[in-house]
């Protein structure tokens, strides 16, 4: 079956905008492990907009499930991440501006400073995953360099229109193609909901998606433990295909 992991970061969104206790962070990851997610992820941002160092340490500590640290690879959060040790590393640009993280990972473009920090990660037994825009170029650089896995940006394909629907969709399954014939394990996630899941989940060799913000908010609505089984029953169906 597609592994899902959950992004809970937008609930230390809700909780930052009172920089007080609610809602908790441990809770909402709790939920999420018991109504079946299989990993939850979280983005350590340099700016700590929304999850805290604590958060990171709290849930390691109280996980059953994997737990998969989004981060820039700079010094100071590859720091934490050796210190603390997430089962998986997803290595994503940041930028101090930005609402949510934009666009994929240039690998290509730093496969030196890169490769250092992969192999820093395996030193210490830390998988790591590229979080890269659908592009061969940069599916090849991530091999390259030693990464075990990369995660594929729907975000285009999740913000078309139209035509461009498919042809973003076209290109997710291209570089998915190369993914897997380097012995890559392949991921995908980024502006995925209820409505636009099903033809990414139908992607051959998928392994892992996640996602954050529609489960969040759906949350809102629904209930937490609902909107991850909704995902779930969406991955379970497409996996069985
Ligand atoms: N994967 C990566 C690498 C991300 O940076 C994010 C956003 O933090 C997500 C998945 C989840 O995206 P969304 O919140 O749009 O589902």
Redesign the pocket.
């Known amino acids: 079956m597609i592994e899902l992991g959950v992004?809970i970061?937008h609930v230390a969104t809700l909780r930052e905008a009172r920089k007080g206790k609610a809602p908790d962070v441990i809770t909402a990851a709790k939920i999420c492990e018991i109504a079946g997610a299989h990993q939850i992820?979280v983005?350590l941002r340099q700016d700590r907009r929304h999850i805290q160092d604590k958060d990171v340490e709290k849930l390691k500590e109280v996980l059953l499930v994997r737990m998969n640290l989004?981060m820039a690879g700079v010094p100071e959060i590859i720091k934490i991440a050796h210190r603390i040790i997430p089962y998986t590393v997803?290595l994503?640009p940041e930028n101090r501006q930005e609402i949510?993280?934009e666009g994929g990972l240039d690998v290509a473009g730093q496969k030196d400073s890169l490769k250092k920090v992969v192999e820093g990660m395996h030193e210490k037994g830390i998988k790591v995953s590229m979080?890269v825009d659908p592009d061969i170029e940069q599916v090849h650089a991530s091999a390259e360099i030693g990464a075990d896995s990369v995660?594929l940006h729907t975000g285009a394909y999740a913000n078309a229109e139209g035509e461009q629907i498919n042809k973003e969709l076209n290109r997710l399954y291209e570089a998915s193609k190369v993914a897997i014939q380097l012995g890559l394990s392949l991921h995908a996630?980024?502006?995925?909901t209820v409505r636009n899941l099903e033809p990414v989940a139908k992607i051959p060799g998928l392994k892992e998606v996640?996602?954050?913000?529609?489960i969040i908010a759906r949350a809102i609505f629904i209930g937490l433990d609902a909107a991850v089984k909704e995902i779930l029953a969406i991955l379970e169906k497409a996996s069985n295909k």
């Open positions: 992004n970061d992820t983005h989004e997803c994503v949510t993280t979080f995660e996630g980024h502006g995925l996640n996602i954050g913000h529609d």
